[in-house]
């Protein structure tokens, strides 16, 4: 096997046709569809009223326009009525062997079962994104997080004993012990979110640590958007001297996105997955939108036709990497429910971000929003190091007044002054909320 195809976990599926790829992902849903509407009450009852009582009422993948769309609100309330898991499980409790939550960040978490099979089913995901960023058997990963209840960790570490990976946990460490660990080790894989990649390397700059020249090859970043902008991932990449890759999920859904060598977008992993991409008023298919995601694989708490919330953009045409699989053009743009308007203008804070990163004098930074009398206004605190601070700051705002069309006022604060990062970064804060 060449080099070319060790990147692939199922070339043969990775590199079909769409005509037949679309074929199996019918057959796939239809035999999910039959367990789903036999004994789960929550798709049961929902599919029942659009007037689709079994998989032989979807005879094409355009079918599934007559399911309704399914969302995070609906399972937080299936859950607040039907406590603790809701009423979307297909087999009985003693079926289910792990279970996990999200972050709660938006409101309640929600809680999700994995039986057996779809525990595996998460590894084999997880297995795709590492085979894509050319992680191999004899690799060392280490993941920098703090495992609790969250499913990302366990999944990508599960993920890791599926290609026969070695795996070390990095819970229970300082930043200083993990980057200790790291170069102890002599790791070669690195996992985390892309603003904890950012936060190592910064320990490891000011502890005097060379992670530059360490074995560090590859960074899988996961738990938050990032990785796919220009300005954070050339920042990661420059700290680690390592080949940094983006990688989607979430605890409902799945791991159902990864880059590949090309690095030209995020992969959504169709031979697991079908995903759509809907204008979010209208509902109507689009090429720039909200994703929607239906899981192929999960069938004992399943997601069909899930509106992620996520704003993207659809690439049809095939990846260098020789893969069939549409990909996503810049990863996850953002949020749709977090974009802010200031003065008129939509302003995505992936788009500030990236602008920010370009600067590597600038630390953490912190975006606030004011309503003043009756204008919008937004300030962002920049931490700078080795750099004059003021006229750091005017080519800060000139780049996002000429990015971004908007005048934003930056204000430089002491270096190591704003909020650090291990898990989901919080760095807007809108204050007209509270007005």
């Not at 297995?127 to 990302?152: E, L, M, N, Q």
């Not at 300005?231 to 996105?257: N, S």
């Amino acid at each position: 096997m060449n080099g070319t195809n060790n990147r692939y976990l199922d070339s043969f599926i990775e590199t079909m046709g769409r005509d037949a790829l679309l074929e199996i992902q019918l057959k796939k849903f239809q035999m999910m569809l039959d367990e789903v509407l036999e004994s789960n009450s929550f798709y049961k009852n929902k599919f029942s009223q659009a007037g689709i009582n079994s998989s032989g009422d979807i005879r094409t993948l355009d079918d599934l326009h007559k399911l309704p769309f399914t969302t995070k609100l609906e399972l937080s309330s299936d859950q607040v009525t039907s406590p603790p898991y809701g009423t979307n499980l297909t087999f009985q409790r003693e079926k289910y062997t792990r279970i996990h939550q999200t972050s709660g960040t938006t409101g309640e978490p929600l809680r999700w079962l994995d039986t057996e099979e779809s525990w595996k089913w998460w590894a084999r995901c997880w297995a795709a994104v590492y085979k894509a960023a050319g992680v191999k058997s004899d690799d060392k990963i280490f993941f920098a997080f703090s495992f609790g209840p969250f499913i990302g960790f366990w999944s990508a570490y599960e993920g890791a004993h599926h290609i026969g990976a070695m795996s070390i946990p990095g819970g229970g460490m300082s930043s200083y012990q993990r980057v200790n660990a790291i170069l102890t080790h002599d790791i070669s894989v690195l996992v985390c979110t892309p603003t904890y990649a950012l936060h190592l390397a910064e320990v490891a700059g000011e502890q005097e640590m060379d992670i530059l020249n360490s074995s560090v090859r590859i960074t899988i970043q996961a738990g938050e958007p990032g990785a796919s902008l220009p300005g954070t991932k050339a920042r990661i990449e420059e700290a680690w001297g390592a080949k940094c890759y983006d990688h989607a999920g979430a605890t409902e859904v799945g791991a159902w996105g990864f880059e590949c060598s090309a690095q030209n977008g995020l992969h959504i992993n169709e031979g697991e997955f079908i995903c759509e991409v809907i204008d979010s008023e209208s509902g109507a298919p689009a090429d720039e939108g909200e994703l929607v995601i239906t899981n192929l694989g999960r069938v004992g708490m399943p997601i069909i036709r899930y509106r992620t919330g996520d704003r993207v953009k659809l690439l049809k045409e095939p990846c260098e990497c020789g893969r069939t699989f549409h990909r996503l053009e810049g990863g996850v743009i953002g949020r749709i429910d977090q974009v802010y308007t200031v003065r008129g203008i939509n302003v995505f804070p992936s788009a500030i971000e990236n602008i920010v990163r370009r600067f590597p004098e600038v630390g953490e930074f912190h975006v606030d929003i004011y309503r003043k009398k009756t204008l919008d206004d937004m300030e962002v605190r920049i931490e700078i190091k080795d750099a004059d601070p003021d006229a750091l700051a005017s080519l800060v705002s000139d780049d996002l007044r000429n990015g971004l069309g908007i005048r934003i006022s930056v204000i430089p604060v002491p270096y190591g002054t704003l909020p650090r990062f291990d898990l989901k970064a919080r760095r807007f804060t809108d204050h007209r909320e509270f007005d």
